[in-house]
Every structure is written in structure tokens, then in C-alpha cells.
């Protein structure tokens, strides 16, 4: 499975960006698809994710400021984010999983700075 992201960027405090993935290839009808996350100096951290079943989770750190949705015809998640603040900074990557293990993307840099 071979992921393709986009989005990211610079943005101020206070401001949004709008993440995409689609993933290709040999994709399973039930799957799990979404974002991590990390800044500088940390750990990889789960942002969010979306199954196939409309299922989600996301990061305590991101709730009621990050929509993780999908389009499952199209194999797409999208990860909306408002009201950023400078420690959401980081690389963002995509990943799709399911029953054969995870692929990841080639991750986007999100900077939040004024």
C-alpha cells in the first residue's frame, strides 16, 4: 500500500490547515487510516484515525480542534485542523492499517508560528 499526503505548511496561531491521504495499491475493505505525529526531540504520537466501520479516535491533546474524517471510495482521510497552536508543530504522517500490519506516509511538516 503506498500512501500519498498533502497539506501542511505554515500557519499562525490561531489558524487552520487541512491534511489529506490516499492510499493505493493493494488496499483491504477494512482498514484503519489516519495520522501521527512528531515534533522535534519526541516520541511518535497518535493524532487521529478513522476506520472503515466510521469508527474514530483521537488524541486528547487535538479534541474539539482536529476532524479526522474519510471517504472510504476513495480510500482518503482527511485530517481538518482549527485553532492550531505552536506545540501541534510537527511532522505529520499518514498510515493505513489493516490485518497485514501499517504503511506509512512520507510525513508533512506543520509549523505553527507567528
Known amino acids: 500500500v503506498q500512501l500519498q499526503a498533502s497539506g501542511g505548511g505554515l500557519v499562525q496561531p490561531g489558524g487552520s490547515l487541512r491534511l489529506s491521504c490516499t492510499a493505493s495499491g493493494s488496499t483491504n475493505s477494512v482498514n484503519s487510516m489516519g495520522w501521527y505525529r512528531q515534533a522535534p526531540g519526541a516520541k511518535r504520537e497518535l493524532v487521529a484515525g478513522a476506520a472503515t466501520s466510521g469508527s474514530t479516535n483521537s488524541a486528547d491533546s487535538v479534541k474539539g480542534r482536529f476532524t479526522v474524517s474519510r471517504d472510504n471510495t476513495k480510500n482518503t482521510v482527511n485530517l481538518q485542523m482549527n485553532r492550531l497552536k505552536p506545540e501541534d508543530t510537527a511532522v505529520y504522517y499518514c498510515?493505513?492499517?489493516?490485518?497485514?500490519?501499517?504503511?506509512w506516509g512520507q510525513g508533512t511538516l506543520v509549523t505553527v508560528s507567528s
Open positions: 498510515y493505513y492499517n489493516d490485518y497485514r500490519g501499517t504503511s
